[in-house]
């Protein structure tokens, strides 16, 4: 079965971090691009970060710039999201995607989601 699995959210306190995890099961995730999505209550769904491939190139949202680092282990079939001085206002379901374009849809595979919240 092909799918990706999502880990690592949970309940942070403002200014902490938490690392999420996107395993993908039945294909080898280096072929496609990644996308971290997240989608808060009565928002639309934002693309968060991404990441080639090809060459490692990344892109992140403006909201999440300096704060949020996205890597792959290749070799674990894994991507990563670093989240750091995480805000209230990060709260969301995070959701990874792969697909053949960076940072462009369409997206093959999507993941469950990972709840994280950010609360004091």
């Known amino acids: 079965q092909l799918q990706l699995v999502e880990s690592g959210g949970g309940l942070v306190q403002p200014g902490g971090s938490l690392r999420l995890s996107c395993v993908a099961s039945?294909?080898?995730?280096?072929?496609?691009?990644i996308g971290w999505f997240r989608e808060a209550p009565g928002k639309e769904r934002e693309l968060v970060s991404c990441?080639?491939?090809?060459?490692?190139?990344?892109d992140y949202a403006d909201s999440v710039k300096g704060r949020f680092t996205i890597s792959r282990d290749n070799a674990k079939n894994t991507v990563y999201l670093q989240m750091n001085s995480l805000k209230p206002e990060d709260t969301a379901v995070y959701t990874c995607?792969?697909?053949?374009?960076?940072?462009?849809?369409?997206?093959?595979?999507w993941g469950q989601g990972t709840q994280v919240t950010v609360s004091s």
């Open positions: 990441i080639s491939s090809s060459d490692g190139s990344t």
């Open positions: 039945g294909f080898a995730l280096d072929s496609f691009a």
């Open positions: 995607a792969a697909g053949p374009n960076f940072c462009a849809f369409p997206y093959d595979y």
